[in-house]
């Protein structure tokens, strides 16, 4: 991939953005959030858990990092500022830091920060002995021309290219279930074209050291894959799912395209398969919850973030390998290793209580939204995740004028809603634009009706401005 190439041209040639494959802190805005979402504690050297992958012995730290939204030249990342070039300087003493921590487990993609993402892994790691660290990467093959055979073994050739590497340690079909038919889309990418029989060889080869997937969408085809487990017809060494306390139970209540984490990992951990963990904080927004949970939270553990539940009740379980997050920050690397450097798993009594704290999110009716921006580019302009940001923000923080224009503080929330939305969405960028063709609902991993949402967004936002 050149490096000039813009973010419209390689979204068209990765097939609409790539999917979510990282638990994320990096949704989180960058380094002036509220401090509710960090911690000031200093992690320490030799206290990180690991936990075992007892087919291959992998000592795996239970802390994977995400290579999906590293920090760009002049500050943000590469999915907020696409157009300026990765920190290299700054991605090297992440990782030199979060190594010397005691991480060993990173995951990249050909799809992420536009197909840069394993070039600047591959620097990184290089720099340490191979037998230091584990990369997990992904066959990204969404667009359908890169379905035919030779595309898609070119794709795996170059990711061994740059990531500076003979073979991966942990190789994903990335997002198995997406796009409008999960079904159709996985035979075509994987299945009519024999990609599947031949990443099965590279790891006969010793190419691939473990073969999995990550999943997002239609269950139809992650039950599809688990049967062929049991049957004998394919092997998982390792199932790369989204686990977070608010997906536990109401991901399909959200959104009934969606599947409840519990299911997901029960099904998993009944067959041994080890569970690589995605989205435990839901793209940021287990960091940003709303702040009488803040306070909750804080009453408990004075010291620790509110992102640090979140990244406890992901490692809880036995059966999970690694839980990985996108850390562009030093902040938020700090952070998490002092989450996991050492671990303490959640008590029954703390699981009841994120139990309670996701039913109060889940009742707020927030847009499942978790910013990763795979939406974009709209090709009408519109700053889809923008705007849901801003809904999700005036909902979690009382700014929501939606109890009547009677109602004492209904001017107040009105004005906050109608100047943040300015504020945070430039006009021309705003839901009123949305013509509804359906161009990015495909991409979507939380499979969002978003021109739906967008029109609703609109009409609420006109009848405030008219109800004055």
Same mark, same amino acid.
């Given at each position: 991939?050149?490096?000039?190439?813009?973010?419209?041209?390689?979204?068209?040639?990765?097939?609409?953005?790539?999917?979510?494959?990282? #638990?994320?802190?990096?949704?989180?805005?960058?380094?002036?959030?509220?401090?509710?979402?960090?911690?000031?504690?200093?992690?320490?050297?030799?206290?990180?858990?690991?936990?075992?992958?007892?087919?291959?012995?992998?000592?795996?730290?239970?802390?994977?990092?995400?290579?999906?939204?590293?920090?760009?030249?002049?500050?943000?990342?590469?999915?907020?500022?696409?157009?300026?070039?990765?920190?290299?300087?700054?991605?090297?003493?992440?990782?030199?830091?979060? =190594?010397?921590?005691?991480?060993?487990?990173?995951?990249?993609?050909? #799809?992420?920060?536009?197909?840069?993402?394993?070039?600047?892994?591959?620097?990184?790691?290089?720099?340490?002995?191979?037998?230091?660290?584990?990369?997990?990467?992904?066959?990204?093959?969404?667009?359908?021309?890169?379905?035919?055979?030779?595309?898609?073994?070119?794709?795996?050739?170059?990711?061994?290219?740059?990531?500076?590497?003979?073979?991966?340690?942990?190789?994903?079909?990335?997002?198995?279930? =997406?796009?409008?038919?999960? =079904?159709?889309?996985?035979?075509?990418?994987? =299945?009519?074209?024999?990609?599947?029989?031949?990443?099965?060889?590279?790891?006969?080869?010793?190419?691939?050291?473990?073969?999995?997937?990550?999943?997002?969408?239609?269950?139809?085809?992650?039950?599809?894959?688990?049967?062929?487990?049991?049957?004998?017809?394919?092997?998982?060494?390792?199932?790369?799912?989204?686990?977070?306390?608010?997906?536990?139970?109401?991901?399909?209540?959200?959104?009934?395209?969606?599947?409840?984490?519990?299911?997901?990992?029960?099904?998993?951990?009944?067959?041994?398969?080890?569970?690589?963990?995605?989205?435990?904080?839901?793209?940021?927004?287990?960091?940003?919850?709303?702040?009488?949970?803040?306070?909750?939270?804080?009453?408990?553990?004075?010291?620790?973030?509110?992102?640090?539940?979140?990244?406890?009740? #992901?490692?809880?379980?036995?059966?999970?390998?690694?839980?990985?997050?996108?850390?562009?920050?030093?902040?938020?690397?700090?952070?998490?290793?002092?989450?996991?450097?050492?671990?303490?798993?959640?008590?029954?009594?703390?699981?009841?209580?994120?139990?309670?704290?996701?039913?109060?999110?889940?009742?707020?009716?927030?847009?499942?939204?978790?910013?990763?921006?795979?939406?974009?580019?709209?090709?009408?302009?519109?700053?889809?995740?923008?705007?849901?940001?801003?809904?999700?923000?005036?909902?979690?923080?009382?700014?929501?004028?939606?109890?009547?224009?009677?109602?004492?503080?209904?001017?107040?929330?009105?004005?906050?809603?109608?100047?943040?939305?300015?504020?945070?969405?430039?006009?021309?960028?705003?839901?009123?634009?949305?013509?509804?063709?359906?161009?990015?609902?495909?991409?979507?991993?939380?499979?969002?009706?978003?021109?739906?949402?967008?029109?609703?967004?609109?009409?609420?936002?006109?009848?405030?401005?008219?109800?004055?």
């Amino acid at each position: 991939m050149k490096k000039s190439i813009n973010r419209r041209d390689f979204l068209k040639m990765i097939g609409g953005g790539a999917v979510a494959s990282s #638990a994320l802190l990096t949704a989180c805005k960058g380094k002036n959030e509220s401090a509710a979402s960090g911690s000031s504690q200093e992690p320490q050297v030799g206290k990180m858990a690991y936990r075992v992958n007892e087919a291959t012995k992998d000592r795996v730290s239970l802390l994977g990092y995400g290579m999906m939204r590293l920090p760009v030249t002049g500050g943000g990342t590469a999915r907020e500022n696409p157009d300026s070039p990765i920190d290299q300087d700054m991605v090297n003493r992440q990782v030199d830091y979060a =190594m010397e921590h005691g991480v060993n487990y990173f995951d990249t993609s050909p #799809a992420y920060c536009q197909g840069l993402s394993e070039r600047s892994t591959g620097i990184a790691l290089s720099r340490h002995p191979r037998n230091s660290y584990y990369i997990a990467t992904k066959l990204s093959n969404f667009a359908p021309e890169t379905w035919p055979a030779k595309a898609s073994k070119e794709m795996f050739e170059n990711s061994l290219k740059e990531l500076q590497t003979d073979y991966v340690d942990y190789l994903l079909l990335h997002a198995i279930g =997406m796009g409008q038919d999960g =079904m159709k889309d996985f035979y075509g990418r994987y =299945m009519d074209n024999g990609i599947l029989d031949w990443l099965v060889e590279q790891k006969e080869k010793g190419r691939i050291r473990n073969l999995g997937f990550s999943y997002h969408g239609d269950v139809k085809v992650f039950d599809l894959a688990l049967k062929w487990h049991d049957e004998g017809r394919y092997h998982w060494d390792f199932v790369q799912i989204e686990l977070n306390y608010l997906d536990w139970n109401y991901a399909d209540e959200i959104n009934e395209r969606n599947t409840d984490a519990r299911y997901l990992y029960a099904e998993l951990e009944k067959r041994g398969i080890p569970a690589v963990i995605m989205e435990p904080l839901l793209g940021g927004r287990l960091a940003n919850v709303p702040d009488y949970v803040v306070a909750k939270m804080k009453e408990r553990e004075p010291e620790k973030s509110v992102a640090s539940w979140a990244f406890r009740f #992901a490692g809880t379980p036995s059966g999970v390998l690694t839980v990985l997050s996108g850390m562009s920050y030093m902040e938020h690397l700090k952070d998490n290793l002092c989450t996991y450097a050492p671990f303490k798993p959640l008590t029954k009594e703390e699981d009841e209580f994120l139990m309670e704290v996701a039913t109060d999110i889940y009742n707020l009716k927030t847009i499942p939204c978790n910013e990763c921006n795979y939406c974009m580019p709209c090709p009408y302009g519109i700053n889809i995740p923008a705007i849901f940001s801003h809904y999700n923000k005036c909902i979690n923080e009382g700014n929501m004028p939606n109890h009547g224009s009677g109602h004492p503080d209904y001017r107040r929330a009105r004005r906050a809603y109608l100047v943040g939305y300015d504020r945070s969405v430039p006009r021309l960028r705003q839901a009123d634009h949305c013509i509804g063709c359906q161009q990015c609902v495909e991409h979507c991993p939380q499979r969002i009706a978003i021109p739906e949402e967008l029109q609703r967004i609109d009409t609420f936002t006109e009848q405030l401005k008219q109800n004055l």
